[in-house]
């Protein structure tokens, strides 16, 4: 099975040092927003006969292409060399704990196409698969061409991923897949690589390429759902730790007296406000509030949202606690990590500074360091397509540091060996 471990994320330059000149034009293209045949043998250090043949390979490839004329420098202006962001498709998977979603994007991150469907993916592996292809071709009808085009599927899933293998999944998070992901079902129908990687991780590899951490070395991602997660982006890298099950800040015991969590621990942050517990608590507080949104009918994490935003009293008592619970483990981090920022994405994100502005408070109560303190709570700038957002990228940035997963290049490198 030709499952692919995660990519790095942008490579620094120095880090890029002894690719081959090549994937170093393709990448360097990719970032630029146009570039001519000088500026290249420039940015790559070579000649401007090399840089000429390297943009001739990259043309034949169809994923650059010569576009408008770039600024003069006295002579003639030059021909600029553009990545054709729409040479190929990807497909973006976030499969949470009781929805899947789909995303298709381009190659520079645009979502084309999106399907979302509640599913109760804890306890169903097979109906979880099925609905992924589903979804999945949903979105690929929906563009011409797409399917042909097709360069990758990302899947964020929500439970820790190993790296060596990410057709596994855990057990203990997910224990009706035993342990399987069974995701070759979608590499051999779609015939193009999958690449795994854990929910938080991807939000915060989103949020990097694509939103609220563009212009932060270090933060951290947290994702508010059934379960809560983090991912941390430390140096424009995503930090694992040794057996990648960094960020598992939803199982921070802040009560050993608390609640039994389905990790074997007591009181964990997520038996507090994580999905479950919400709703549990808001049916107990909207029993005795007869004149709250929530005070019919069955009560799920989207309508405690949304009961919010309208400022129902029961839902912001829940956005209280949601703030003090979170806040105790944010001035946590902060202490021990100091990232320059924290971004909340998942189901509270949408309430911005009603959840914000508590949150800061217990965080800056919490922080003796102003420095610290000073770390910004934002909110994620993707929304809920985020996680998705980031199943793609994951692939876009494989395929950016590898670029044989481009099957022109590989073609290409083939025919030169
Ligand atoms: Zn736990």
Redesign the pocket.
């Known amino acids: 099975m030709e499952f692919r471990t995660p990519a790095k994320g942008l490579s620094p330059a120095d880090e890029a040092r002894g690719r081959p000149l090549l994937d170093l034009a393709l990448e360097s293209i990719w970032h630029s927003e146009g570039m001519s045949r000088a500026d290249l043998s420039r940015r790559l250090e070579v000649s401007r006969s090399t840089a000429s043949q390297l943009a001739g390979d990259l043309l034949d490839t169809g994923l650059v292409a010569e576009g408008g004329d770039g600024p003069s420098r006295g002579g003639r202006r030059p021909i600029l060399l553009e990545f054709q962001d729409d040479a190929h498709v990807i497909l973006g998977v976030d499969m949470g704990a009781t929805h899947v979603a789909v995303a298709l994007t381009d190659l520079r991150g645009r979502i084309l196409a999106w399907r979302e469907e509640a599913h109760p993916v804890r306890s169903d592996p097979e109906g979880t698969r099925a609905l992924m292809i589903r979804l999945s071709d949903e979105v690929l009808e929906q563009v011409p061409g797409a399917t042909a085009s097709l360069l990758g599927i990302g899947i964020a899933v929500a439970s820790p991923v190993d790296h060596l293998d990410p057709s596994r999944l855990s057990e203990t998070v997910l224990p009706a897949w035993k342990g399987r992901s069974g995701f070759e079902t979608l590499q051999e129908r779609y015939g193009v690589p999958v690449f795994v990687d854990n929910d938080a991780n991807l939000g915060a590899l989103a949020e990097r390429w694509w939103g609220a951490g563009r212009e932060v070395q270090h933060f951290t991602f947290i994702k508010l759902a059934t379960g809560i997660g983090a991912g941390h982006m430390f140096g424009g890298q995503i930090y694992r730790g040794a057996t990648n099950a960094a960020g598992e800040i939803?199982?921070i015991?802040t009560d050993p007296h608390g609640e039994p969590?389905?990790?074997?621990?007591r009181g964990?942050l997520?038996?507090f406000i994580g999905g479950d517990a919400l709703v549990r608590k808001a049916e107990a507080l909207a029993a005795n509030a007869p004149g709250s949104l929530l005070a019919d009918g069955p009560i799920t994490l989207g309508r405690i949202e949304e009961a919010a935003l309208l400022h129902d009293p029961v839902a912001m008592q829940l956005v209280r606690d949601v703030a003090h619970h979170l806040g105790i483990a944010i001035a946590g981090f902060l202490n021990l990590l100091n990232p320059g920022a924290v971004i909340l994405g998942g189901s509270m994100a949408r309430l911005k500074d009603d959840l914000l502005v508590p949150l800061r408070e217990t965080v800056v109560r919490r922080t003796l360091l102003t420095s610290v303190a000073a770390s910004e709570v934002r909110v994620s700038e993707l929304g809920p397509q985020g996680i998705a957002l980031g199943a793609a990228t994951l692939v876009l940035a494989s395929a950016l540091s590898t670029p044989t997963l481009f099957p022109a290049m590989q073609k290409l490198t083939a025919d030169r060996s």
């Open positions: 939803g199982h015991s969590c389905l990790c074997g621990n964990c997520v038996t």
